[in-house]
């Protein structure tokens, strides 16, 4: 399951978010180090189509796919060199798939800024520089290593040189996942789930921060929700990463509110849907992942799949046995089997395939997976 790690300096509205992300209550105090151990929850990745399928199926269950956030403690200066609660809340970031870092763009005075006032490129630069403060020491201990064995073993020459060449990205205070060469075809790919057949391979096993894809969250006021030069400006401060904006505080009004309630507050601010459906469909796209579905009267599933993946392997994601005696598979895409409602008039329609081993799964693609096991 996709995870995505919550980061941020203390006091920017990670808790808050969380909180609404998830509809619990995690302490979100006006302290730095509110949050010690990682919050974790599951939510479900907003698709209607999913709903549409159980309807035509007349399914007893319905099972979205879903997300797993992760509220880490806040940052602050020297966390790479343990302050605050340093190390620790950076072992948590390396087991997210995501980072999403909250940036603080709403001022008030009843909530303190650890470092003394509101200034959004500054804390996104403190940020990065912990992150690549740590990968760099994890980067130079390796060298170090090699470097000693370059003697005896002259092959990891061109490991050196790709440590060498991540060291100076680092140096720099540049994310990894921003060099043209591990961006992955803009991220359209994990990097950790990568083949690492290419000169990157050496950074495989190092479990760097600054590798991972970064998505930031932009907690500002009411007003800024409709100022579109505003959110402008601050996007520049990223670097084209993706990032949204938002107002943690209506985000959490909006989870208590009635359905309708909250459609004509988001209506009224401008919106088509909550900033939180929006984070959590981009941190869902984030990695290129895709969704396909099974449909039956017990149960509708998404799951989840890398683009790319073959037929066998999105039939491995239910069970492996099911990719090892894979089959055919008997495929439909999801508009011909709505025009249908259902298998029987797809199938009438002539929309229903049956693909084999070589068949990239598409998005949106409703599947009985044919297998010998």
């Not at 200034?119 to 520089?129: A, K």
């Not at 090699?146 to 040189?161: A, R, T, V, Y």
Request: proline share 4%.
């Amino acid at each position: 399951m996709l995870s995505i790690g919550i980061v941020g300096l203390p006091n920017v509205g990670k808790s808050t978010l969380f909180n609404a992300l998830t509809k619990n209550r995690v302490l979100a105090a006006n302290y730095p180090f509110a949050t010690i151990e990682p919050n974790t929850g599951v939510v479900n990745v907003p698709d209607e189509r999913i709903y549409t399928l159980a309807k035509i199926s007349q399914s007893t269950k319905v099972i979205p796919a879903a997300v797993t956030f992760v509220d880490i403690a806040g940052i602050v200066r020297g966390a790479s060199k343990g302050e605050g609660l340093g190390n620790k809340f950076l072992s948590h970031i390396r087991e997210s798939n995501v980072i999403t870092q909250v940036v603080r763009a709403f001022e008030n005075d009843d909530i303190v800024h650890v470092e003394g006032k509101i200034d959004p490129e500054r804390d996104i630069e403190i940020i990065r520089t912990e992150l690549c403060l740590a990968d760099l020491a994890s980067v130079t201990k390796k060298l170090e290593t090699l470097q000693k064995e370059l003697k005896s073993n002259p092959k990891i020459i061109g490991d050196i040189q790709t440590l060498e060449e991540a060291k100076k990205i680092l140096d720099s205070n540049s994310l990894l996942s921003r060099h043209p060469e591990l961006d992955s075809g803009s991220r359209t790919k994990q990097i950790p789930d990568r083949a690492w057949d290419d000169k990157w391979a050496v950074l495989a096993d190092l479990q760097l921060l600054t590798i991972k894809p970064f998505m930031y969250v932009f907690n500002i006021d009411e007003a800024t929700l409709s100022n579109s030069s505003k959110q402008a400006e601050l996007a520049k401060l990223v670097e084209g990463s993706k990032c949204i904006f938002l107002c943690a505080q209506i985000e959490t009004e909006l989870q208590d509110m009635p359905e309708e309630d909250a459609k004509e507050l988001l209506e009224s601010l401008g919106q088509s849907e909550s900033g939180l459906e929006t984070l959590i469909r981009l941190g869902y796209q984030t990695l290129g992942y895709i969704s396909y579905f099974t449909t039956g009267p017990v149960e509708s599933r998404a799951w989840t799949i890398p683009a790319g993946a073959t037929a066998p392997q999105a039939a491995g994601v239910i069970h492996t046995d099911f990719e090892k005696g894979f089959i055919k598979a008997e495929v439909v895409d999801y508009s011909s089997f709505v025009s249908g409602s259902g298998w029987a008039g797809a199938g009438t329609a002539g929309k229903v395939r049956l693909e084999g081993k070589d068949y990239i799964m598409q998005d949106g693609d409703i599947v009985v997976f044919r297998h010998n096991v």
